[in-house]
């Protein structure tokens, strides 16, 4: 079965025991700033605990699993990057770039992923790429239209083509591949932090596109959807990392909840705002700071979608 939902109706998240800076990963996140603030494992913790609550309260189903203790995993709260939940039963492990995001990977993860009713029927294994340094970071490199059945990915050291390809062809989704670029010409690292898909609208970081991609992507985009383009200052307030999640309401039915970080909210200018709360019913916006300044990703990041069949 293929899922017809642009909106996953569950999350998987993974409360980080050890959450730091990533030195293994700061090479190519532009987005981590190195710091000595005190009590930053306790206070991600407590930006945790705060965003799977607002997302509960707002109906969505979350199911959160406990990060181990040995060995520390600096980026545990990022499980996107290492597995996907497909809505035909399809688990997805990616290879990552980073030795010690390898570590991330856990089978006992999956219990939680079962408690909210995910049956795996069949796994798709990525992770041999590593031994080749080939890497696809899951939904940080590939963002999908599931609808279209079209997965957009920007190249960059964490993103190979190759192996972008062969989970396309495994999956059933179109390849729309582009380059993007910071102003100083760095590779964006991830997709994911340029590109958001809702069911009504698009998120793109427009002038960061490379030249030659621009206007393909951006006329893709609008089929179907409003194209909502900010720039390279609110991508970097992580407005383009954001998530649109099921809920449900026993009084008003089925809902779309559009998840951001208080740090997007402000990023954002206010018609653009204006107009992507306007495509959803509600908008969360939690404050994650620390896990922002010192993981180099935001709510989007946090969150794995269970699509159930």
Request: charged share 25%.
């Amino acid at each position: 079965m293929q899922s017809t939902s642009q909106c996953a109706g569950a999350l998987l998240m993974v409360r980080p025991r050890a959450f730091a800076f990533n030195a293994q990963t700061a090479h190519s996140n532009r987005f981590q700033q190195r710091g000595s603030e005190p009590d930053v494992a306790a206070r991600a913790l407590a930006e945790f605990d705060g965003l799977a609550a607002a997302l509960r309260a707002e109906g969505v189903p979350v199911r959160v699993a406990e990060d181990s203790v040995e060995p520390a995993k600096p980026d545990a709260v990022f499980p996107n990057n290492w597995v996907s939940f497909h809505a035909d039963g399809t688990v997805v492990l990616y290879p990552m770039q980073a030795e010690n995001r390898r570590l991330e990977r856990r089978a006992d993860v999956f219990e939680a992923v079962a408690e909210l009713g995910f049956r795996p029927t069949r796994t798709v294994d990525l992770t041999s790429h590593e031994r080749a340094g080939r890497f696809l970071e899951g939904t940080g490199s590939l963002v999908l239209d599931h609808r279209a059945r079209v997965a957009y990915a920007c190249r960059s050291p964490r993103t190979d083509e190759a192996v972008a390809r062969e989970w396309g062809a495994a999956l059933g989704y179109e390849l729309e591949l582009f380059d993007a670029a910071d102003a100083a010409g760095a590779p964006i690292y991830h997709t994911n932090v340029l590109l958001s898909i809702g069911t009504r609208f698009a998120v793109l970081a427009t002038p960061t596109l490379a030249a030659g991609d621009r206007a393909r992507i951006v006329e893709r985009l609008r089929h179907g959807r409003e194209l909502i383009e900010i720039d390279e200052t609110e991508m970097r307030g992580f407005a383009g990392n954001v998530l649109e999640v099921g809920s449900w309401d026993e009084h008003l039915g089925d809902l779309h909840v559009l998840a951001m970080s208080r740090t997007a909210r402000r990023a954002l200018a206010p018609e653009k705002y204006a107009r992507l709360s306007a495509a959803v019913d509600t908008v969360l916006a939690a404050p994650v700071d620390v896990i922002e300044r010192h993981g180099g990703g935001s709510v989007r990041c946090m969150l794995a979608e269970v699509f159930l069949r």
